[in-house]
């Protein structure tokens, strides 16, 4: 069982820069790749990027890349999206998930998911 939470949401303009942070319980948080998704209101559910459980490969959806980065520590079991260069489209509710599968952009591939962040950028 692993229990995420995510936190370092908040509500900025357009072009300013966003840390997310999530952390998770339990000793098996290096055996999972780990996940970034967000949801728009009106939206469905939708893939923002993923980090192997090492954290040596990464990819992410076309609407952030070259903008956001995930990383992961796992000695201190905590995965990261920084986000720069944020624009009011980036607006939603960010969750962290687990995933067995190597680097799935499925989210009915991740077994373990966070309560989510808000991320509100205004224009």
């Known amino acids: 069982q692993v229990q995420l939470v995510e936190s370092g949401g908040g509500l900025v303009q357009a072009g300013d820069s966003l840390r997310l942070s999530c952390g998770a319980s339990g000793r098996t948080f290096s055996s999972y790749a780990m996940g970034w998704f967000r949801q728009a209101p009106g939206k469905e559910r939708e893939f923002v990027a993923v980090v192997s459980t090492g954290g040596g490969i990464t990819y992410y959806a076309d609407s952030v890349k070259g903008r956001f980065t995930i990383s992961r520590d796992n000695a201190k079991n905590t995965v990261y999206l920084q986000m720069n260069s944020l624009k009011p489209e980036d607006t939603a509710i960010y969750y962290c998930?687990?995933?067995?599968?190597?680097?799935?952009?499925?989210?009915?591939?991740?077994?373990?998911w966070g309560q989510g962040t808000q991320v509100t950028v205004s224009s």
């Open positions: 998930a687990a995933s067995d599968y190597s680097r799935s952009q499925e989210s009915e591939h991740y077994k373990y």
